[in-house]
């Protein structure tokens, strides 16, 4: 199943929109972007303030990238100026596995699922797929 999402922040939770339609097994949600990722987070507002202040320290939009020197690479004139982006991609991973009992997702109660949007705000598509092992 594809999901699509108008990110506006850059942690979007995105737990209720994951429904499984299996007893038991396992769900992988699937980032379908390099510079947008799937994070299992604790949705608390301060928290994802600090997150947002160290993927800015760690790599500030601000910052001298050679992937946004555009005339030195074989893309279009109007290419994105993201370089930031690509180097806080590292720390997230574009999907995760949760696991699934009785047709629920098997997380802990501070857990959410978060799709983590590194790149300006845009419109992101997110696949889930499930691993059915109830048979």
């Not at 991973?93 to 978060?114: A, C, D, H, N, R």
Request: aromatic share 8%; net charge negative.
């Amino acid at each position: 199943m594809y999901l699509k999402f108008k990110t506006n922040t850059t942690f979007t939770d995105i737990t209720k929109k994951v429904i499984p339609t299996i007893e038991k097994g396992f769900i992988v949600v699937s980032s379908l972007h390099t510079t947008c990722g799937i994070a299992i987070l604790e949705n608390e507002i301060l928290l994802r303030k600090d997150m947002d202040a160290f993927l800015e320290r760690l790599a500030p939009k601000c910052g001298i990238y050679a992937h946004d020197d555009i005339e030195k690479r074989d893309v279009p004139p109007d290419e994105r100026i993201n370089g930031f982006s690509h180097i806080r991609s590292l720390i997230f991973p574009t999907s995760v596995t949760i696991p699934v009992g009785e047709f629920k997702l098997i997380m802990g109660q501070w857990q959410s699922i978060f799709l983590v949007e590194l790149d300006p705000q845009r419109e992101r598509t997110v696949y889930i797929g499930e691993i059915d092992v109830s048979r």
